[in-house]
């Protein structure tokens, strides 16, 4: 059986540095980023990364890799056009670009996959001592009762009880921590998506969940328990929370990034209605389009942060 609950909440960083409530790694004599290959011994972590200001992450190493050519190419940087190098390379789990002070890095599919890259990431923005960073988690999702190919800015990220909690289990204790965004954040992504009429941009509740197929009401895996009608009446119980998308990441991403003071926001295109099917049928082209939408908003977010535009 499980133990007590605790509850922890969002953090404030005054100074606008990351704040890694963690009284172990001050004893420790090296930290290695294991996942990431980096490390506090072998790399000048303050070099590297010191004056980084946003951090993007989404699920696909090669869209991640597109997404710091992209900012290359927005940001008028030098060698726009070229390859960037992988700062992860020795390492396949993950992958890292960056693009002046833009980061770019990869965080596979999952909970269990976002929450050992943030650890990593938070400490490495930790240890090279990052000040007033933004972090963005662009992705791609299913959408509730929306055209497919809009974009939803998370308001708050709920669980599959609609409820804005992330639980995780420490010591055999379920610690819940709260999955609060930044507010103002979200306001300043759909303001700038004002400016990009091509495709709809809009608020909503992000649903995550630990499962594509039976997790997220879905009728075509392997294997499933449930009736259309049953499958429907959630979707719509959903829907009626507030829920715009469901995707697989946001209330992690959303705790571990409010416990240390981090800026966030999570910015997903939808690539289907789930009100109306299960299978992910557009072509590729089409996908592929619908995957440049929260690139696109976050490149002109960014601009406009660094006067550009
Ligand atoms: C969105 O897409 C992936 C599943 O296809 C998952 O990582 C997510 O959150
Ligand atoms: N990602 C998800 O998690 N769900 C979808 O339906 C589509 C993408």
């Not at 390492?91 to 943030?118: E, K, T």
């Not at 923005?125 to 800015?153: F, P, Q, Y």
């Not at 966030?264 to 789930?274: E, K």
Request: glycine fraction near 10%.
């Amino acid at each position: 059986t499980l133990g007590a609950t605790m509850t922890e909440t969002t953090a404030y960083s005054g100074s606008g540095l990351v704040l890694v409530k963690n009284p172990h790694l001050d004893l420790m004599e090296e930290d290695v980023l294991y996942h990431l290959d980096l490390g506090t011994k072998t790399h000048d972590l303050p070099a590297m990364f010191g004056d980084i200001k946003f951090v993007c992450v989404g699920g696909s190493p090669n869209r991640m890799r597109a997404f710091a050519q992209f900012m290359q190419r927005e940001l008028g940087l030098p060698g726009a056009g070229e390859d960037v190098a992988d700062i992860c390379a020795g390492s396949d789990r993950y992958a890292m670009y960056r693009a002046g002070p833009v980061l770019s890095v990869s965080h596979g599919m999952g909970i269990p996959s976002i929450s050992i890259m943030l650890h990593e990431l938070i400490k490495l923005l930790h240890h090279a001592r990052c000040r007033d960073v933004t972090i963005i988690r662009i992705g791609t999702s299913g959408g509730l009762g929306i055209e497919a190919g809009s974009v939803v800015i998370t308001d708050t990220a709920v669980d599959s009880c609609f409820q804005p909690r992330f639980e995780q289990v420490v010591l055999g204790d379920v610690v819940v921590r709260s999955t609060e965004l930044d507010k103002g954040l979200a306001a300043e992504l759909l303001a700038c998506s004002r400016d990009i009429p091509d495709f709809p941009t809009l608020i909503g509740h992000t649903m995550c969940t630990y499962d594509f197929y039976e997790g997220q009401g879905r009728l075509d895996g392997a294997f499933c328990s449930f009736s259309s009608e049953k499958k429907l009446e959630y979707l719509r119980r959903a829907y009626d929370a507030g829920v715009r998308n469901i995707e697989m990441e946001s209330t992690a991403f959303a705790a571990l990034c409010g416990l240390c003071g981090l800026k966030a926001a999570v910015v997903c295109v939808t690539l289907l209605d789930r009100l109306e099917g299960d299978q992910i049928r557009a072509p590729h082209e089409v996908l592929w389009e619908y995957q440049q939408r929260p690139q696109r908003l976050i490149a002109a977010f960014i601009r406009k942060r660094l006067g550009l535009c």
